[in-house]
């Protein structure tokens, strides 16, 4: 048993604790920090834009906007906003591999490469470091095996990272028990590389990474409500455990966010 502390000592450091959080959401570390002494300006290339990967493993490729486009309800803008909720209940049809291809074109879909370290996407990110990587647990998606996937930006394919047939069960655990977290036919989980950011930014890094992350996460939304399927974001699990299923290190790159993705049992009416 470790010793109980005095209520006013518990007391000091919850407020301590407190005032850091409070200073994370604040701009002012910016006025403290010597962009001078970044990677960027020290002269240090930029990391990829995607991690490298082992071209013998099998890829999938993801269908293009002329074979998806037509699956996309046509809605208006606000109507689409005004119909987003966070679903937590999915049907059990299977998602097709054209509605999965256009969710993941919304999320971290590339639309121009400029070089070898940088591309703009259809979500913005801060200097267009995009410092995330997208997994795909794929549970009941056409044409695709239950199992981990990739997604390779620059070749817009999946890279299959291995076959599971557990992945209702095992994303439930690794999320606290929330079982609607593995009974989407696809979960998205995006990871974070966060040197891809600090390369530029320095220690002021990841307050713009988490802002990057909910642009992502909202073109998740939205795009989900065209296909007439839902999604809930998802910012509590076991990290340790979230990590330990996709095979990361835990502190070069970890996860950072989750949603899973099915068809919505009532699809709304925004038509």
Same mark, same amino acid.
């Given at each position: 048993?470790?010793?109980?502390?005095?209520?006013?000592?518990?007391?000091?450091?919850?407020?301590?604790?407190?005032?850091?959080?409070?200073?994370?959401?604040?701009?002012?570390?910016?006025?403290?920090?010597?962009?001078?002494?970044?990677?960027?300006?020290?002269?240090?290339?930029?990391?990829?834009?995607? &991690?490298?990967?082992?071209?013998?493993?099998?890829?999938?490729?993801?269908?293009?906007? %002329?074979?998806?486009?037509? +699956? #996309? $309800?046509?809605?208006?803008?606000?109507?689409?906003?005004?119909a987003r909720r966070s679903r937590r209940k999915y049907s059990n049809d299977p998602l097709l591999m054209e509605e999965l291809s256009f969710l993941i074109w919304a999320t971290q879909g590339i639309r121009r490469v400029v070089d070898y370290s940088t591309a703009y996407r259809h979500v913005p990110s801060a200097g267009a470091?995009?410092?995330?990587?997208?997994?795909?647990?794929?549970? &009941?998606?056409?044409?695709?095996?239950?199992?981990?996937?990739?997604?390779?930006?620059? %070749?817009?394919?999946?890279? +299959? #990272? $291995?076959?599971?047939?557990?992945?209702?069960?095992?994303?439930?655990?690794?999320?606290?028990?929330?079982?609607?977290?593995?009974?989407?036919?696809?979960?998205?989980?995006?990871?974070?590389?966060?040197?891809?950011?600090?390369?530029?930014?320095?220690?002021?890094a990841y307050r713009v990474i988490l802002m990057d992350l909910g642009h992502v996460c909202q073109n998740l939304y939205l795009a989900c409500e065209a296909l007439g399927a839902g999604t809930c974001a998802v910012a509590a699990y076991d990290q340790e455990a979230m990590d330990e299923l996709l095979g990361l290190d835990g502190q070069d790159e970890f996860v950072v966010y989750l949603a899973p993705v099915g068809k919505a049992l009532q699809i709304p009416d925004v038509i």
């Amino acid at each position: 048993m470790f010793p109980a502390l005095p209520a006013t000592e518990i007391k000091e450091i919850d407020m301590t604790n407190i005032k850091a959080g409070r200073e994370f959401l604040k701009d002012t570390l910016r006025k403290k920090t010597d962009f001078y002494q970044t990677d960027q300006n020290k002269g240090i290339p930029a990391p990829p834009l995607q &991690k490298p990967f082992d071209p013998e493993a099998p890829r999938i490729k993801l269908a293009l906007p %002329e074979q998806w486009s037509k +699956l #996309v $309800r046509e809605a208006r803008l606000d109507e689409l906003i005004a119909a987003r909720r966070s679903r937590r209940k999915y049907s059990n049809d299977p998602l097709l591999m054209e509605e999965l291809s256009f969710l993941i074109w919304a999320t971290q879909g590339i639309r121009r490469v400029v070089d070898y370290s940088t591309a703009y996407r259809h979500v913005p990110s801060a200097g267009a470091r995009h410092s995330f990587e997208t997994y795909i647990f794929a549970r &009941k998606v056409q044409q695709l095996d239950p199992g981990v996937y990739r997604f390779l930006p620059l %070749e817009n394919e999946l890279l +299959l #990272v $291995r076959t599971m047939s557990d992945i209702k069960e095992s994303l439930s655990a690794a999320a606290f028990g929330q079982r609607f977290i593995g009974q989407g036919s696809a979960t998205f989980v995006w990871s974070c590389i966060p040197y891809r950011m600090e390369w530029r930014y320095g220690r002021t890094a990841y307050r713009v990474i988490l802002m990057d992350l909910g642009h992502v996460c909202q073109n998740l939304y939205l795009a989900c409500e065209a296909l007439g399927a839902g999604t809930c974001a998802v910012a509590a699990y076991d990290q340790e455990a979230m990590d330990e299923l996709l095979g990361l290190d835990g502190q070069d790159e970890f996860v950072v966010y989750l949603a899973p993705v099915g068809k919505a049992l009532q699809i709304p009416d925004v038509i």
